[in-house]
């Protein structure tokens, strides 16, 4: 299984961006994606995470700004970013909680970080 990322870069205070994360390979079902970012010197924390079912989940701190989506067909996950702050620089890694079999256990999976900073 591998989960691909795209998206992030270089945007201003109060900028836009958005990120897709593609899982790909042996998969029966997702149970949930989600994002996660790491800041320097800080530990990894969960942004937003969207389950099977549709429910979402937010880090207080992105409550309103960020939107978790899920394209279920094509296994892709994306969260757009709005009014983004600089403090919302990090590193943002997506992940996916899955069976790869029907009578497999439920794992997580990662994907490649990619870089989002936020400056003027």
């Known amino acids: 299984v591998q989960l691909q990322a795209s998206g992030g870069g270089l945007v201003q205070p109060g900028g836009s961006l958005r990120f897709s994360c593609a899982a790909s390979?042996?998969?029966?079902?997702?149970?949930?994606m989600a994002w996660y970012r790491q800041a320097p010197g800080q530990q990894r924390e969960l942004v937003a995470v969207?389950?099977?079912?549709?429910?979402?989940n937010y880090a207080d701190s992105v409550k309103g700004r960020f939107s978790i989506s899920r394209d279920s067909a094509k296994n892709t996950v994306y969260l757009r970013m709005n009014s983004l702050k600089p403090e919302d620089t990090a590193v943002y890694y997506c992940?996916?909680?899955?069976?790869?079999?029907?009578?497999?256990?439920?794992?997580?999976?990662w994907g490649q970080g990619t870089l989002v900073t936020v400056s003027s």
């Open positions: 992940n996916a909680d899955l069976r790869e079999t029907i009578r497999s256990g439920v794992k997580g999976y």
């Open positions: 390979g042996s998969i029966f079902s997702i149970k949930a």
């Open positions: 969207i389950a099977s079912g549709g429910g979402t």
